[in-house]
């Protein structure tokens, strides 16, 4: 025979070719909507997503197939392929033929692990299908609920694929019955998810649950490529019997060949997967308040590109060369290089300067990119993730709703001080790229606060500031953010101004949990028209005429203006709001966040003369009513909360559940699930600071765990004290508290 050697610079200049081709098969399939998918893969940490990505872009042509599943090409940071996970969710295009039609689908890899939720969130926007890994042995998980829960919101159709089948067949050494029942096990605990989701949505009319008969399930090992569906193994004629013959004489090469994994996947892609033509009428009115009569309205259900340009922005990465890009779905015109298009919520117009498509870690330029397709733009440079970008002033889309809130805080200082004006930049361009991470500067002390969802989030923070800016710098030790609430109604307060000239009579109630989550949840806000937001506010519990009279909403507090025909309270309103938003801001016991408080304004005495009702008179007054109410009200310090599950063999079970007891947590429910043990239970995210290797030592490295913030709760009475202390300490203020609380 004769043999050509092929070099790997020979391998990578007909990868190059392929690549170049494929961006021409996917520029002249932009304009068929019919044939697009976007979809993205989702799963709990280490299910196999990247792996199973890999296989798909092998399946394409687009890496080559012997890597594939090694190279994690996906993972295109250094530090994501150094720790084994991803971070970033990334974007690629490829095309797959199905039915002798030619499709081109949109794939966004998302992270797994939950201190980088955030970007499964911003990832559900752009896509209309989800394809949610499960791995076989471990079944779902708390985090593949939380991403199914992601992708339902959005109006996202899910269909599932059983990784790691292998290890059942090889390492569980499972027959068939076990193995049938095992998955079909696994099947149900999905379904059960999406059903329990799905009830209250009016507008999802199909069952969206996935069955093996319907081919909306699919099996197999990203690791050893091979994969098999209902549909594949009536085209194959291989049936589970030959897979597990084939697998124990481990003839893994053979499997691949004969039932590859990534035409399995694809083909699921193309036939269950809605289109763009599909989907954008169900989930426009879903993620867009807008009016339905308008042009512009019409052009996104219908995939219009030759309507106005309407881009939604779910993501902003860095190009050393190119600068800010800006990727996101096109939901309606085209979008081309000199556009001038607005910006949500910015001034004036940005010009596009460039357009492309995404191949893994590189951006491939193309002239337009039309309606319906994931887009990636350089030159909107007012764009961050969740802006709308249009070539008319219109309606923004919907916020993306973030479902967990930032829990803990590091102090970052440049070691240098001719660092410092490198570093403030770098930070506002970490927080434009993340929004679920705040950022405070301070520029008297030069010490900078970064708020993030846990320590690895914000590690992996500090550790890119260091590796691609070049900056060195000092990290405090973690903080832990509180909250504080009222406990109980408050009776009237008086707030007097400076001149006593003004007075305010304010009432503080705690809301319910209902009305907290409303708010949270977006469900409920002031960019709404009045009476939608009455009703979802009536729907949480709110009497009538209490949802009648709100005057404003902020962060989880709601005020309330029950006084009737006052002089000059009209214009004096804004600064009235102005002082109670900064009470709210720095509670009364540790100048932490108040949440979930409803503010009534009873009565007000205002001087009939302006000068005399000024901002110097108004502000100081009002906040100081409302933190004298909040004490009377029993204000307490609210502390974060994680739930907490660790898997561990037997004999480390109860060292497992001391680690829990051992922080003040406390465990509620043990349970055997295969050959091991499950402790689940919650503990203060304070407490659970360097639990990663304190765990490790306790079962000598044998246990896996999992945490997700689950809110804030009231810290125990006897702590209260030492903690208040602590952080006003740390806040140098003052040591005595108000005599009202002591």
């Known amino acids: 025979r004769n043999t050509t050697l092929l070099t790997p610079r020979l391998i990578e200049r007909r990868i190059m070719g392929r690549r170049k081709k494929i961006v021409q098969e996917c520029e002249t399939l932009m304009d068929e909507p019919e044939n697009i998918r976007n979809i993205a893969i989702a799963a709990h940490v280490d299910h196999g997503k990247t792996t199973l990505t890999d296989n798909l872009l092998a399946g394409a042509g687009m890496i ?94 899910p269909t599932l694929f059983i990784n790691k089948v292998d290890r059942l067949i090889s390492e569980l050494q499972e027959g068939p019955e076990e193995m049938q029942e095992r998955l079909l096990g696994v099947i149900h605990e999905v379904n059960e998810l999406i059903r329990g989701m799905t009830e209250e949505m009016d507008d999802i009319n199909d069952d969206w649950t996935v069955s093996v008969e319907e081919g909306t399930v699919g099996f197999g090992s990203a690791l050893y490529k091979w994969g098999v569906s209902m549909p594949s193994m009536q085209r194959t004629g291989m049936d589970f019997g030959d897979i597990m013959d084939l697998e124990r004489a481990d003839n893994r090469q053979e499997l691949h060949e004969r039932t590859p994994l990534s035409n399995v996947v694809l083909d699921m892609v193309c036939e269950h997967f809605p289109n763009p033509v599909d989907a954008q009428p169900r989930r426009i009115p879903r993620i867009w308040r807008g009016d339905d009569t308008t042009d512009v309205s019409e052009s996104m259900q219908l995939v219009d590109p030759d309507g106005e340009v309407v881009m939604m922005v779910t993501d902003i990465g860095i190009d050393p060369h190119a600068g800010e890009i800006a990727a996101g779905r096109v939901f309606s015109g085209t979008i081309e290089k000199g556009q001038e298009l607005y910006v949500s919520g910015t001034a004036g117009t940005n010009r596009v300067q460039s357009v492309g498509i995404y191949m893994g870690g590189e951006r491939e330029e193309v002239d337009r990119v039309p309606a319906g397709n994931i887009a990636a733009v350089t030159g909107l440079r007012d764009a961050i993730a969740g802006s709308t970008v249009s070539s008319i002033e219109m309606t923004p889309f919907e916020s993306i709703e973030h479902i967990s809130e930032p829990v803990i805080t590091k102090s970052v200082e440049a070691r240098n001080m001719d660092d410092l004006p490198k570093l403030i930049e770098t930070l506002q361009q970490v927080a434009k790229e993340d929004p679920t991470i705040q950022i405070e500067i301070n520029e008297d002390t030069g010490e900078h606060l970064i708020s993030g969802q846990g320590e690895l989030h914000l590690e992996v923070i500090g550790q890119r500031i260091e590796r691609n800016q070049g900056i060195p710098i000092n990290t405090g030790e973690p903080i832990v953010v509180f909250r504080e609430a009222p406990q109980q109604e408050s009776r009237e307060v008086e707030g007097i101004s400076p001149n006593r000239h003004n007075r305010f009579y304010i009432t503080v109630h705690p809301l319910s949990e209902d009305l907290v989550e409303t708010v949270q949840m977006g469900e409920a806000s002031m960019d709404m028209p009045e009476l939608e937001r009455r009703e979802a506010l009536q729907e949480a519990g709110m009497d009538k005429d209490t949802s009648q009279n709100v005057e404003h909403i902020h962060g989880t507090n709601i005020i309330i203006d029950d006084t009737k025909g006052i002089q000059h309270l009209n214009e004096t309103m804004e600064l009235v709001l102005e002082g109670m938003e900064e009470a709210l801001n720095d509670g009364p016991l540790a100048a932490e966040p108040v949440q979930g408080s409803l503010i009534r304004l009873h009565d007000a005495r205002l001087h009939e003369d302006a000068i005399h009702r000024g901002p110097a008179q108004v502000i100081p007054a009002t906040r100081r009513a409302i933190h004298n109410a909040l004490i009377d009200g029993e204000v307490r310090l609210l502390e974060p909360i994680q739930e907490v599950r660790i898997d561990v063999p037997n004999e480390y079970m109860g060292s ?79 040591q005595e508290l108000p005599q009202t609380v002591d």
Do not use: C
Not at 666 to 679: A, C, I, K, N, P
Not at 685 to 700: L, N, Q, Y
């Open 64 to 157: 080559s197939d012997e890597t594939a599943g090694e190279q994690l090409a996906m993972d295109t940071e250094e530090d994501e392929q150094e720790r084994g996970i991803t971070i970033d969710a990334a974007n690629v295009s490829m095309t797959h033929e199905y039915e002798g039609t030619n499709h081109l689908i949109n794939l966004i890899d998302t992270p797994g692990h939950v201190d980088f939720g955030g970007d499964v969130t911003r990832a559900m926007r752009a896509v209309d299908g989800a394809l949610v890994v499960v791995d076989a042995v471990e079944g779902a998980m708390p985090q593949t609920e939380t991403v199914l829960r992601q992708a339902l919101r959005e109006g996202v159709k």
């Open 656 to 734: 497992a559940s001391g680690e829990i007891q051992g922080r003040r947590g406390r465990v509620d429910d043990m349970y055997q699930e295969g050959d091991l043990m499950v402790v689940e239970g919650i503990a203060p995210v304070e407490e659970m600071i360097g639990f990663s290797s304190d765990i490790r030592s306790a079962t000598e490295g044998r246990a896996s765990w999992n945490t997700e913030n689950a809110g804030f709760q009231v810290m125990a009475d006897n702590l209260q004290r030492e903690t208040i202390m602590q952080i006003r300490e740390r806040k140098g203020m003052k």
